[in-house]
Structures are given as structure tokens and as C-alpha cells.
């Protein structure tokens, strides 16, 4: 093989004729004297000290590879290596790839550069092999630190990979819900079918669920056909050949669609029977706890979100967390309907799972559903948002980008590298998180508490008013539902008589072409007419004094006015969506010139729906008034609109309907969940405590354990030691903070671990003063990891 002249070559002794090498020195150096620290990628430059190439001898009976190892070196094939990438080189694009997502040809090209040495494609694959082989190398040494710290059985990492949600205390408060979870899909994380098709090899993490393990639901739930626009249609025929549909099993009821699942199908759901002949992996499917923690990962195959990934995930909540487990997900209104409709039905009655809808997508729900699945009107989620998902996705959407073309092999490998160090950082935040919401949680007592308190003053109602108000409310809103529809036939007719007269008035137009077709409607809107009265059985022909006719024509306007509402709703609700976008992180140039040409297009349509209630709300029984762009455009409740529909005076005149008193109950509901946060928070607060004083013990303890047997594993202990205490200084520094707070209310005190022996340490009232040590060493290698990325990003 030719090899770039500027590459360092070195063949080695000839007693050892099976080592010839050739590597490429990044990073992997003998700095001079003068020099303390060794850069990360030092420049070859023969007056600072670096040697460009040196020999690397091979004992007998050892493979090349092992002695590339030995001396820092990571060869690019298993057999006979010809060329060798440095260790530290090798760690350092595998932190870059755990946090920005650079591809391998990008870095190599770059690494080529800065060494003055000429790329060749092959070097990329090379690096890509020998880039597997180490992280092999990393996650069996993980298998051994999990033997040796006990945390290798089958599901610990989803069990207690957070210590605020599972890390439990005797004698603690008993928490309902025991554990807050969000579900949700993506579809950007695709992979093009028939790609990597020779790499066979099988990427076991603990995140993702088996394609298997999804499958067992996949006939919980009937199919049913998507309603589809008339450019769609041939997509649709598509996916029912396929049987792909996206909105397989989300209905509320069994027999239909819902509002609410029809708008979360037109945002988020829609995948088409192309999209599934194209890509073999579809997107991925994520559920994660309510501090960030990433629980489980599905691979979606050949299909949108189908209803088997959520009934998985819940399957698995239910096996491993058991009673009060609650989930928000983008349609938790139906879900939990279609949860009844399934073998998971009694589980998660006897379990008591609960499963509502994200506070943010909650507000594209129409109000009923928002009063009975939004968390704010639901007791012990505090102020939780349940958007936990879309913040990960924002994060995964690096990964996206890259792993296209790979292997099912490395598609898996990098999104589990990225979401492992997600949850690194989310370890590192979780006192951060507790901060944050108890600082949150005071500021909305704070804000909310006095004026809530002086609206009670001024108008004489009570906190029982408040709780009597939504669930009167509810139960309207329930009623409304069920009232009887109008005959069809008759609404049909009294439509066909006003479509005549208006015919009858185009067929006077001047001209020739605009009258010709003005005649052919005229004709077939009086055969329209005729049929009907045949069918109808009508002796003589309704008029405008016929009180069928004026009846039916009440119903036909309210009906239009109806469908105006829900028009011009719906375009409120796409431009919520559409602005949300914009602002998502990772979002490029084009698609955002793309997203605001949308959202220019969407406000000139709300306008134009807007004039058509205006001219319908008049004609109403009694008369609407007129709205204006600004009143609809600052909508913050969706569930307004269908206030506008009701016009029974009865209706308009109940306390719970008036613009102040929803604006009371809203904040005075903020209150209660503020004060849930607070009880919630003051028992994660104790459980992250007792949990740095266990994990330190457990690492001592395996530390010594393992000095016995592998000295060179008991270093190993010892470093991840240091890299967590070092994180878990920082958490006690936080907790410090908490304890201080105005207003904090929660224990002092170490806690103790359910079975823990904790008797050790003296508690007290009050936590003593902490002595927390400094990690020089530590300190010193995040700064230069920190300069290298800064430089790697520059």
C-alpha cells in the first residue's frame, strides 16, 4: 500500500519480521525535560522534543497488537497492523464523539492537517477500526468496574441510575406518585435501509429494549386507517400495503380518532410507506425520569410510533418500579384509553399507573382533556412539565446527522455513546435540578400566594369554590358531548335550498363563460334539491316560513360556526408548533427560512379564518362578539375556544367561565403544585445525600476488594473514585446551598438507605461543616480536556 511521504514510517527489527508498522504519532510522545505537561495533539517539531517515530519492539509470543498497546498504541487492524493510532488520540475522539458529534473523516482530515500529514481515504477506515477496538477495550473495563461495585446485575442501571428517584430512605414520606417518567418519539435518528449490511456484529447496551421485546405488543391494538389530505392519499395506500401506519393504536376509543390524537398525528406522527421502504430504523422511542435520566430506548423499525413501543415501555415500568408509576406523554388522553383496551389493562388499574400529557403539547388538547390529563390540574406532580424528551431529543439531534449511513452496528453505538454522556452530565446537574426547583417552586409561592389571597379578600370565594369550579367545569364539558345530532338529511337539505338560491343569483353574471358555469350549477344544485325531497318524502318544498326550514337553518349556522372555531383553532395550534420549532436548538439556516415562511403563511390564514367567524358569530342565537387577531393570537389556553362555541346564556354566566375567575383558578392552582414540588424535592434532597455517602463507601470497599486479586483493576476503582467525588463535592456544595435557602423545610440530616447501616455517622440537627477535598490531578485533566475541545471546536 502507498503511504503519504509525510507519514513517520519505521519497519521493525528484522528479528521480528511479522511487526512492520507504520502509525501516525498523535499524541502518543517523548516531551522533553523542560516540559511538565503534555499537550493533548502536540505539533511535530523536533526543537520542543517530540520524536516523529520510534521503534515499537515485539517480545516473542505476543501479538503486534499487544505490544502496540504497551507502548500506547491502538493498531488499525487486528492482524499484522500497518498503521497505529496513539491512545490518547483515540480517548479524545471518543470524548468529542460523546459530546459534539464529529465524524470520523471530518476529524481525520483535520488530524492530517494540523500534523502536515496527506489524507488518504483508507487512514479513515483504519481509524474506524481501530477506534472499535478501544471502545471494546472501555466497555469491557466498564463490565469489570459494574462486577466489582455489584452494579452488573440485569437492569440495575434502570432501577437506580438515579439516586432522587430510587435511592429510597426509611421512614421518608410515602410519595403519589412514587416516580414521575416521560415517554416520546423522534424520527430524526433515521438509518437508510441495505447500508452496513457486511458488518454483522450485535451492539448490546443496556438503554435499548429489543426489537423482540416491542414486538410482543405489536396485536395488542387494531390498526385503523389515517385520515389523509387529498396530496396524501397515495402515501396512504402505501402504508396500509405495508401496514405501517403511524396512528396504528392511538385512538381514545377503539372505534375512531380523537381531536387530540388527530393534531399529535399531523405534528409529530406522520411517517409515510416511503419513508419505510427507505430507512430500516425509523426513528427511536425514549422514556427517561423527571431529572433527566435516560430510562430505556426503543428502535423504531419500518414504521412511525406505533402504539407497541409506548405498551412496551409501560410493560416495563409496571415489571420494574411496580405501583405509582406516572408517565407524560404527548397523547397520555389516549393512551390511557387505549391502555384499557389491552392486556395491560388490569396490571395498570391494580398498579394504579397514571399517564397525562405533557404540559407544553397539553395546550393543543382541547380543554376537557387538558382538566383531565394536563398536570396542572392533577394532584402530586408538582410543577414537573413532563418535557424531559424533547430536551433530549434537542441534545440527540448532533447524533442524527451522522449516523445515517452507518451500520445498524454504529448506529446504535453512537446514539448509546451520546446518551450515556447525557446522563453524566445529567448525574452531574442533579443537585443543580434540585436547586433550581426549590428556588422555582419559592418564587411561585412568592409571586402567586398574595394574589390569590386578595382575590379570595375582595370577592368573598374560598379555595372549596376554587376545587367546586373546575370539577363543574368538567362535568359540563362531559355533558356537552353527549347531546343528540341533528338528522343529517334534513341539515343536508336545508344546505342544498341555500346552495339553490345562491346558484339561482350566479346564473345572472355578464359573462358568457362565468354564466355557462353558473347554469351548470344551478342544474346540479336543483338536482341536488330534487333527490333530496325524494328522499325526505316531502309533500311540498320547504320555504324560508317553513319552521322545519328556520330550525334546521339555527343548526346549519351553528354547525358552520362550530367548524369555524375548530378551523381557526387549529391554525393557532399549528402556529404554536411552528414557533416552538423555530427556537429548537440544532435547527438550521434553512429550515428555520423554511419555518418562518410558515409561520408568515399560518398568521395570513388565521386572519382569514378569523373574518369568517366574525361574519358567522353575529347570525349566532344569542349573537358572538367579534374577536380580534391580537386576542387570538395571545391565546394561552387552547381550551378558550371551546368557550366560544357554547351560547347558552346559562353557560356564560358561571363563575368558572369568567376571564378573572380562570385566571384566580390558574394561579391558585400554581400554588398547590408549587407546594408538591416542595414535598417532593424534600425527599429527593435526603436520597441524593445518603447516596453520595453510600457510593463513596462502595468504591472504598471494591477498591480493597479488588487490590487482592487485580491491582491494575484496583487503580481503575481508584481513578473513577476521584472523577465521582469530585462530582459529588460539587453535590454537596449545592445541597449546602438548599439548606440555606429561605424557605426550606426539608431535613438537615443524613438519611439513611433502606438496609444501609448508617449508624456510623452523627447526624445531628444540623449538617456540619463539609470537608471537601481538592483533586488537583483531576482538576488539572479536566482544564486540558476543556482547552483541547475548545481548540478542536475553534
Not at 502518543?28 to 520524536?51: F, N
Not at 370565594?461 to 356537552?480: G, H, I, K, N, P
Not at 353527549?482 to 341555500?498: G, S, T
Not at 324560508?544 to 367548524?563: H, M, S, V, W
Amino acid at each position: 500500500m502507498e503511504v503519504p511521504p509525510a507519514a513517520s514510517i519505521l519497519q521493525q527489527p528484522r528479528r521480528i519480521p511479522r511487526t512492520a508498522t507504520q502509525y501516525i504519532l498523535c499524541g502518543s510522545h517523548r516531551p522533553s525535560r523542560s516540559v511538565r505537561r503534555r499537550p493533548l495533539l502536540p505539533v511535530p517539531d523536533a526543537a520542543a522534543g517530540y520524536e516523529p517515530a520510534r521503534e515499537v519492539l515485539q517480545r516473542d509470543g505476543d501479538e503486534a497488537n499487544v505490544s502496540l498497546v504497551l507502548d500506547g498504541l491502538m493498531g488499525g487492524s487486528p492482524f499484522l497492523p500497518e498503521t497505529a493510532f496513539s491512545l490518547p488520540l483515540l480517548e479524545f475522539y471518543h470524548q468529542l464523539r460523546r459530546r459534539h458529534q464529529v465524524g470520523i473523516q471530518g476529524f481525520m482530515k483535520v488530524i492530517c492537517s494540523t500534523l502536515s500529514i496527506s489524507y488518504y481515504p483508507a487512514l479513515q477506515e483504519k481509524f474506524s477500526q481501530a477506534f472499535d477496538a478501544y471502545f471494546d477495550v472501555l466497555e469491557r473495563l466498564q463490565k469489570l468496574s459494574d462486577q466489582a461495585l455489584g452494579r452488573d446485575a440485569e437492569g440495575w442501571r434502570l432501577r437506580n441510575a438515579c439516586p432522587c428517584c430510587s435511592f429510597q430512605q426509611a421512614g421518608e414520606p410515602v410519595l403519589v406518585p412514587a416516580r414521575l417518567h416521560a415517554m416520546d418519539g423522534c424520527s430524526s435518528h433515521k438509518r437508510l435501509n441495505g447500508v452496513g449490511y457486511t458488518d454483522e456484529r450485535v451492539f448490546e447496551s443496556s438503554y435499548f429494549q429489543t426489537p423482540q421485546q416491542v414486538d410482543v405488543f405489536k396485536d395488542e391494538v387494531k390498526p385503523r386507517k389515517r385520515r389523509a389530505r387529498e396530496e396524501d392519499v397515495q402515501d396512504v395506500e402505501e402504508d396500509e400495503q405495508l401496514n405501517t401506519n403511524p396512528t396504528e393504536g392511538l385512538p381514545t376509543d377503539v372505534g375512531g380518532p380523537t381531536k387530540c390524537t388527530d393534531r399529535w398525528v399531523t405534528e409529530n406522527a406522520s411517517s409515510t410507506g416511503k419513508t419505510a421502504v427507505v430507512f430500516e430504523q425509523t426513528g427511536i422511542f425514549i422514556g427517561a425520569c423527571r431529572h433527566g435520566m435516560v430510562e430505556l430506548v426503543q428502535e423504531m423499525v419500518r414504521s412511525g410510533e406505533l402504539a407497541k413501543y409506548p405498551l412496551a415501555m409501560l410493560d416495563t415500568y409496571m415489571r420494574e418500579f411496580g405501583e405509582g408509576q406516572c408517565i407524560g406523554y404527548d397523547i397520555g388522553c389516549s393512551m390511557d384509553k387505549t391502555v384499557q383496551a389491552t392486556s395491560l389493562k388490569d396490571r395498570a388499574n391494580d398498579l394504579k399507573l397514571i399517564l397525562i400529557v405533557n404540559a407544553f403539547h397539553g395546550y393543543a388538547h382541547n380543554r376537557l382533556c387538558q382538566l383531565c390529563h394536563h398536570p396542572l390540574f392533577r394532584t402530586g406532580l408538582g410543577l414537573e412539565d413532563f418535557e424531559t424528551c424533547k430536551r433530549i431529543f434537542s441534545s440527540l439531534g448532533t447524533v442524527a446527522r451522522l449516523i445515517r449511513h452507518a451500520s445498524h452496528f454504529h448506529w446504535k453505538m453512537f446514539i448509546h455513546l451520546h446518551i450515556q454522556q447525557w446522563d453524566e452530565d445529567r448525574y452531574a446537574e442533579l443537585s443543580n435540578f434540585l436547586l433550581k426547583n426549590y428556588k422555582q417552586a419559592l418564587e411561585v409561592l412568592r409571586e402567586y400566594e398574595p394574589e390569590v389571597r386578595m382575590f379570595k379578600a375582595a370577592t368573598g370565594y374560598t379555595d372549596e369554590d376554587f376545587d367546586s369550579w373546575t370539577v363543574a367545569e368538567r362535568r359540563y364539558l362531559q355533558d356537552a358531548k353527549k347531546k343528540p345530532e341533528a338528522d343529517a338529511q334534513e341539515q343536508a337539505y336545508v344546505q342544498a335550498l341555500v346552495d339553490l338560491e345562491n346558484a339561482t343569483y350566479a346564473g345572472k353574471a355578464a359573462k358568457e363563460a362565468e354564466r355557462r358555469a353558473a347554469v351548470a350549477k344551478l342544474s346540479l344544485a336543483q338536482n341536488v334539491v330534487a333527490d333530496l325531497e325524494r328522499r325526505l318524502g316531502l309533500p311540498e318544498p320547504w320555504t324560508a316560513e317553513t319552521p322545519e326550514y328556520q330550525r334546521n337553518l339555527g343548526i346549519l349556522q351553528r354547525t358552520q360556526f362550530d367548524k369555524a372555531v375548530d378551523h381557526l383553532e387549529g391554525l393557532v395550534v399549528q402556529r404554536l408548533f411552528e414557533l416552538a420549532k423555530a427556537n429548537i436548538s440544532g435547527t438550521g439556516y434553512k429550515m428555520r427560512k423554511h419555518i418562518s415562511a410558515a409561520i408568515t403563511r399560518r398568521s395570513a390564514a388565521v386572519r382569514s379564518a378569523l373574518n369568517t367567524y366574525n361574519r358567522l358569530a353575529p347570525k349566532q342565537d344569542p349573537p358572538r362578539q367579534k374577536l380580534e387577531y391580537s386576542e387570538v393570537a395571545n391565546y394561552g389556553w387552547l381550551g378558550e375556544f371551546d368557550l366560544l362555541k357554547e351560547s347558552r346564556h346559562e353557560v356564560l354566566e358561571k363563575p368558572w367561565s369568567q376571564p378573572a375567575n380562570r385566571e384566580a383558578v390558574t394561579k391558585y392552582l400554581k400554588v398547590h403544585r408549587a407546594r408538591e414540588e416542595i414535598q417532593r424535592l424534600n425527599v429527593e434532597i435526603p436520597r441524593l445525600r445518603a447516596w453520595v455517602d453510600a457510593e463513596d463507601e462502595t468504591f472504598t470497599r471494591a477498591a480493597a476488594s479488588a487490590r487482592v486479586d487485580d491491582g491494575r483493576l484496583a487503580d481503575h476503582l481508584r481513578h473513577l473514585h476521584g472523577r465521582r467525588r469530585a462530582l459529588n463535592d460539587q453535590h454537596l456544595r449545592r445541597l449546602h446551598q438548599i439548606y440555606r435557602l429561605a424557605g426550606y423545610t426539608g431535613p438537615v440530616d443524613f438519611g439513611m438507605r433502606v438496609g444501609f447501616n448508617n449508624s456510623e455517622h452523627d447526624t445531628g440537627d444540623v449538617e456540619p461543616e463539609l470537608e471537601i477535598e481538592e483533586h488537583d490531578e483531576l482538576n488539572d485533566e479536566m482544564v486540558r480536556l476543556g482547552e483541547a475541545l475548545e481548540q478542536a471546536t475553534l
